[in-house]
């Protein structure tokens, strides 16, 4: 569950710091009671889209049966592995301009006189990062979990709680915490996440005979850490490891990383990146 638990953390607080943002940009416009309330229906929507989608997906994998269901299953877990990939680097390149982008965004949807337009940023902005939450939970799922669907709702949940902490404690100014280290370390955290659902959702293709293991096993370090062990199951959830991989899961955790590691070299910002704040305070 701990997989569980840092990824709604994160995406969470993602969110929070999106519809923080918003909040602070209709406060510095001064635009009263009626532009928070358009704010308000654009979450709630975005939380209505993700909860649509959550419930389109379940209802499409009830109806599958047999190497259907397995190709929809992988599919998802590849799927989830790509965006959450996506999302980290993403947020590495916009990460010090998000709040410069919020802003302009909303500048442009005021501008027709109509606050209107702030719901849709909102909802638009809310609805990523839940829709991304779902398809990640549902990936999450099938890999190592014990307790059932009420595990992981309780994981969810307390991730969903730990994220609106963590950002009381940066608007409020802690010291230890920031959004751009907190962003930072966790974005290595969640490629080593997506690794492991890659992995497993190739796994998944090997077993079902779509994709050749090649050789199998490349190694055994079943005596040093066992994969079916509790500690090894969420070191396999967290990070990809195999006890006994095949050839083709190394290949393809190898060319993860060097594609990972290649981007960034290339990616790299000439400058430091500044904080990002909730609620910037002024420089005394």
Request: charged share 15%; aromatic share 10%; glycine share 10%.
């Amino acid at each position: 569950m701990a997989n569980v638990l840092f990824i709604v953390w994160r995406e969470s607080l993602e969110a929070v710091l999106v519809i923080g943002i918003l909040y602070a940009f209709l406060a510095k416009m001064q635009v009263g009671r009626r532009g928070y309330a358009w704010l308000a229906t654009g979450v709630g929507g975005g939380l209505a889209l993700s909860a649509l989608l959550g419930f389109a997906t379940l209802t499409v994998a009830s109806d599958l049966q047999g190497r259907a269901l397995g190709y929809f299953q992988s599919g998802m877990m590849l799927a989830a592995a790509a965006l959450l990939t996506q999302m980290v680097l993403w947020m590495r390149k916009h990460g010090r301009t998000l709040k410069r982008e919020l802003e302009t965004d909303m500048a442009k949807a005021m501008s027709t006189g109509s606050l209107a337009g702030v719901a849709i940023v909102a909802l638009l902005a809310v609805a990523r990062e839940g829709a991304e939450t779902v398809l990640y939970l549902y990936g999450l799922g099938f890999e190592h979990h014990n307790g059932g669907p009420l595990a992981l709702a309780g994981a969810a949940a307390l991730g969903l709680a730990l994220a609106l902490v963590t950002a009381w404690l940066v608007s409020r100014g802690v010291r230890f915490l920031s959004y751009r280290v907190f962003f930072r370390v966790t974005g290595v955290l969640l490629l080593f996440t997506a690794a492991g659902m890659l992995v497993s959702g190739v796994s998944r293709l090997i077993g079902m005979g779509a994709l050749p293991g090649l050789m199998a096993p490349v190694w055994d370090t079943s005596m040093i850490l066992d994969s079916n062990s509790r500690i090894g199951a969420l070191v396999s959830a967290l990070t990809g490891y195999r006890a006994e991989p095949s050839l083709m899961l190394v290949l393809v955790y190898g060319i993860y990383w060097a594609l990972i590691i290649y981007w960034m070299r290339l990616r790299r910002p000439s400058r430091p990146q500044p904080q990002l704040e909730l609620n910037p305070r002024p420089e005394s």
